[in-house]
């Protein structure tokens, strides 16, 4: 097994079913993207209320919560290949919807809200059943790879995307941003529509689908290892929200300003993808779970260093690290999720573990702007990064399974999915 610390690109050469997902993943992310800036810039222009932008953005994620629920369950009983074809034809269709729309002389807000909330839905239900059928696609041993790719592709789209719809608007407006992001969404079908079926390994109980849900919700803390992971997960998704602070931050700091706080925006990313880039060494590594407590102490250090640096730079390779040791705790939780759940499980606990994400980034972002009106900026990104740090040490220091835990349950890959019933490691 290679111990380089480059990530591996073999896999796209020598699967020709991962493949077939990651190209329809950056054109999926491309087109997310360009709708992310294009939906804003629309209702603002419509309304010139930001809270009407932020109720599009909250429609959204409730539509994603409620099909991360429900398509986990769906992902454990039926096809998977058939829930992400279905799943990218209605996003596509919605997409349509959103270019008719912008078209009308005058556009329905009413229109973009519903259909906020029929994106978000369904393309919750694609996401959980193409999580669910990585490990099987690609093999146990190679989910780390495949994540640290998929990882690659996200970052590349979100710095890629923003800038490419901003030029499609100001050259031809929103209604052929919206008309783009609906051909790539149904081009995707192209690459997943010849993906093998994809059914569990095992017929779910035809149980009633809330029962079914929380059978997920007991395994998760019945297993030692995924309920840590889970509870470590939902402290850097908090740590996440630090980015409403950017332009507070940009202000208070060095007297910066929209420029400025683009660059602090972009420098997440960019850390991410060399988190990605490098990730090489994951699948090699003896103790992931250590790991992946180390590098949560180590991006709420780096947050705890922005109160203390006064000029641009030095916050700019903070704010990179931050987006580095995030990325790698990302790709570590991931691949241990994956790694010791049952594929008769993998869809129901690949859309908590995502949920998880979802709302711990919105009830941080709540958090952390509720301590920024008792506190300044700096001080509140200080304890922000101290508490945090605090916390992940008291994890460090409880989670004993977690830090014994190798990448993969090996009775997982020695005897038959089928066999399997839920472990409590």
């Known amino acids: 097994m290679s111990k380089s610390i ?12 991962f493949r077939a997902i990651f190209i329809a993943r950056l054109m999926s992310v491309l087109g997310i993207g360009m709708l992310n800036v294009a939906v804003p810039i629309q209702i603002y222009e419509l309304t010139g209320s930001s809270l009407q932008v932020g109720l599009a953005v909250t429609l959204d994620g409730i539509g994603m919560f409620i099909g991360l629920m429900l398509g986990g369950v769906l992902a454990d009983r039926f096809d998977r290949r058939r ?25 329905s807000l009413w229109a973009i809200y519903a259909i906020s909330i029929w994106d978000g839905f ?25 994540g640290a790719l998929s990882m690659l592709v996200v970052r590349i789209g979100s710095i890629i995307s923003p800038a490419l719809a901003g030029i499609v608007i100001v050259s031809f407006g929103v209604t052929w941003n919206y008309s783009l992001a609906a051909a790539g969404t149904l081009a995707t079908l192209l690459s997943l529509v010849w993906l093998p079926p994809m059914k569990p390994a095992t017929d779910s109980p035809k149980e009633h689908p809330l029962r079914s849900m929380m059978g997920g919700f007991r395994f998760v803390f019945g297993h030692k290892i995924i309920r840590s992971v889970v509870a470590l997960g939902t402290l850097e998704a908090v740590a996440k929200s630090i980015r409403i602070l950017f332009p507070a931050l940009a202000l208070s700091a060095f007297g910066g300003g929209a420029f400025e706080v683009g660059l602090m925006y972009a420098a997440v990313p960019v850390g991410s993808m060399i988190g990605a880039l490098t990730s090489g060494w994951v699948r090699s590594v003896a103790r992931p779970g250590l790991i992946m407590l180390y590098t949560a102490l180590a991006a709420f250090v780096s947050i705890a260093g922005l109160a203390v640096v006064g000029h641009l730079i030095p916050m700019l390779l903070l704010l990179a690290l931050f987006g580095y040791f995030s990325a790698t705790g990302g790709l570590l939780q991931y691949s241990i999720v994956q790694g010791h759940t049952p594929d008769y499980m993998l869809g129901r606990i690949g859309s908590f573990w995502t949920a998880q994400e979802v709302m711990g980034d919105s009830f941080g972002a709540l958090g952390i702007g509720a301590i920024s009106k008792a506190l300044t900026p700096l001080a509140s990104v200080m304890w922000l990064g101290l508490g945090g740090a605090g916390i992940a040490l008291l994890m460090a220091g409880g989670f004993r399974s977690l830090r014994q835990a190798s990448l993969i349950d090996r009775a997982l890959v020695s005897e038959p999915e089928a066999s399997k019933a839920p472990q409590s490691a």
């Open 83 to 107: 829930l992400i074809l279905f799943s990218r034809s209605i996003c596509g269709i919605g997409f349509i919807f959103l270019a008719l729309n912008s078209y009308l002389a005058a556009p």
């Open 122 to 146: 369904f393309s919750a239900i694609g996401m959980t059943a193409l999580l669910a059928s990585i490990p099987n696609l690609v093999g146990r041993e190679n989910v780390p790879t495949a």
């Open 6 to 17: 480059f990530l591996d690109f073999s896999l796209l050469k020598t699967n020709k079913n």
